[in-house]
T-cell receptor, first 111, second 115 residues
Framework: ELKVEQNPLFLSMQEGKNYTIYCNYS?????LYWYRQDPGKSLESLFV?????AVKQEGRLMASLDTKARLSTLHITAAVHDLSATYFC???????????FGTGTSLTVIP | EAQVTQNPRYLITVTGKKLTVTCSQN?????MSWYRQDPGLGLRQIYY???????DKGDVPEGYKVSRKEKRNFPLILESPSPNQTSLYFC??????????????FGPGTRLTVT
């Protein structure tokens, strides 16, 4: 059974600080996805990482993928309040169409 | 506007009363999927469909049915809802299972309460 684990589950950080969210998965997958969910809202796609060593950046967020370590990171640089949300990673597995999500990281950025 | 729509957005029902949650997308996407979101568990895939008339079970299919008669629609059916199906449900779609990327577009969600 594939497991996707995120750490930490809850993260409270001050504006201007840097932090990293980790996503570990248990079985080989070459595709990893990051999503953002605002309270009471749907999920919004942030990044799609398709190969080992892939790195993508958008604003203050940067995602990377190490398929050998089965690890993806989401790095937050100089956090601002607008980044407060829950972040999910997801992988697809076996058939190229079944998805597994992590439990999410609830991020709160404090002014 | 490209979007995934779900109806109803909120539903309170009683145990055993059949219900259907509709999902529709206007992006000509081949792949569609249903998820449920529960606190502390993230999202779990219920069913997915790679194209018309092609559906398969996800991680938690028990108690649910789906159909894909048209490309744009993918309804979720609960034949006999039970309280443990109280959850937030999301429908999602993506362009094609043949592409290397499965970036999914999510609907607004349906909050279901079964009493």
């Amino acid at each position: 059974e594939l497991k996707v684990e995120q750490n930490p589950l809850f993260l409270s950080m001050q504006e201007g600080k840097n932090y990293t969210i980790y996503c570990n998965y248990s079985t080989t997958s070459d595709r990893l996805y990051w999503y953002r969910q605002d309270p009471g809202k749907s999920l919004e796609s942030l990044f799609v990482l398709l190969s080992n060593g892939a790195v993508k950046q958008e604003g203050r967020l940067m995602a990377s993928l190490d398929t050998k370590a089965r690890l993806s990171t989401l790095h937050i640089t100089a956090a601002v309040h607008d980044l407060s949300a829950t972040y999910f990673c997801a992988v697809d597995y076996l058939q190229p169409s079944q998805f597994y999500f992590g439990t999410g990281t609830s991020l709160t950025v404090i002014p | 506007e490209a979007q995934v729509t779900q109806n109803p957005r909120y539903l309170i029902t009683v145990t055993g009363k059949k219900l259907t949650v509709t999902c529709s997308q206007n992006m000509n996407h081949e792949y569609m999927s249903w998820y449920r979101q529960d606190p502390g568990l993230g999202l779990r895939q219920i069913y997915y469909s790679m194209n018309v008339e092609v559906t398969d079970k996800g991680d938690v299919p028990e108690g649910y049915k789906v159909s894909r008669k048209e490309k744009r629609n993918f309804p979720l059916i609960l034949e006999s809802p039970s309280p443990n199906q109280t959850s937030l449900y999301f429908c999602a779609s993506s362009l094609s299972w043949q592409l290397s990327s499965y970036e999914q577009y999510f609907g607004p969600g349906t909050r279901l309460t079964v009493t």
